[in-house]
């Protein structure tokens, strides 16, 4: 392998990684880190579907570790955008739901996503975004795949 190509495939990853930073895709002027808009945005998702949101579900659905959804659900609570509570239905579960200023700062932020995606796509333009995604779709099979094969006696 040409170690050229690899160096500069794993520096454009860390840039894609940081690329993701707090505000680009989700601020809205609430402060919100893209995590705490996707557990908002599943949030909603589940509650919209009539599944109450657990933190086991969130995890699952938002590729975040367990302490990492606590945390962001702490946060979001303080700051009134959640509430957690016991779930009527399994009282050893507790259910999430947004609480008016969370639903509110959940449309802020979806709006202010789909306004910087849609500016991102401009500029890269669509024919380069199609490629990518492409390319993507591809290197994240290969991924996921690698880690089956490599794993999956553990």
Do not use: W
């Not at 040409?2 to 500069?8: A, K, L, N, Q």
């Not at 700062?105 to 789909?114: I, L, Q, S, T």
């Amino acid at each position: 392998m040409d170690p050229e190509v690899r160096s500069r495939f794993e520096g454009l990853l860390e840039r894609l990684r940081g690329a993701r930073g707090r505000s680009l895709f989700a601020d809205a002027g609430d402060g919100m880190h893209f995590p705490e808009f996707a557990v908002l945005c599943r949030v909603r998702e589940l509650i919209d579907s009539g599944t109450s949101a657990s933190v086991k579900e969130l995890q699952r659905d938002t590729h975040v570790s367990k302490p990492a959804v606590s945390q962001i659900l702490g946060s979001l609570e303080r700051r009134g955008l959640i509430r957690r509570e016991i779930d009527g239905g399994d009282r050893r579960r507790i259910a999430v739901t947004l609480t008016p200023e969370g639903e509110a700062a959940r449309k802020r932020a979806v709006e202010r996503h789909e306004e910087v995606f849609a500016e991102l796509i401009s500029r890269f333009g669509e024919d380069n975004a199609r490629a990518f995604n492409d390319l993507l779709d591809r290197f994240i099979e290969v991924v996921e795949r690698y880690r089956r094969e490599s794993f999956e006696g553990e």
